[in-house]
Nanobody
Framework: QAHLVESGGDLVQPGGSLRLSCATSGVTLPITAVGWFRQAPGKEREGVSC????????HYVDSVKGRFTISRDNANSTVYLEMSGLETEDTAVYYC????????????????????WGQGTQVTVSS
């Protein structure tokens, strides 16, 4: 069973919206943070957003603030990334990540080895 399973990626026009889902039910050990990374062709992987499982605090990279919203549904063990006002620069493969120890502030820096990665879901923003 995969630990993290993403879904929701699609082709959308600029200005459109998408909701990505990350099912975390495959992770049986306690985790401190669940987040999203993305990687566009020819670019480095980038931390996008993260939510703390301890206090529910949310974190975003500056380029998506005000457009993306991360949330969690504990009953369904799912984390969502609501994306609106999508731009062509948002085109990338989006990966769900989780860690058992690290806080979101460290997770998003992208310099630490994280415990869990999903397989990725493609988001394409194009007219």
């Amino acid at each position: 069973q995969a630990h993290l399973v993403e879904s929701g990626g699609d082709l959308v026009q600029p200005g459109g919206s998408l909701r990505l889902s990350c099912a975390t039910s495959g992770v049986t050990l306690p985790i401190t943070a669940v987040g999203w990374f993305r990687q566009a062709p020819g670019k480095e992987r980038e931390g996008v957003s993260c939510i703390s499982t301890r206090d529910g605090s949310t974190h975003y990279v500056d380029s998506v603030k005000g457009r993306f919203t991360i949330s969690r549904d504990n009953a369904n063990s799912t984390v969502y990334l609501e994306m609106s006002g999508l731009e062509t620069e948002d085109t990338a493969v989006y990966y769900c990540v989780a860690d058992q120890v690290l806080p979101c502030t460290v997770v998003l820096r992208g310099v630490a080895e994280l415990d869990y990665w999903g397989q990725g879901t493609q988001v394409t923003v194009s007219s």
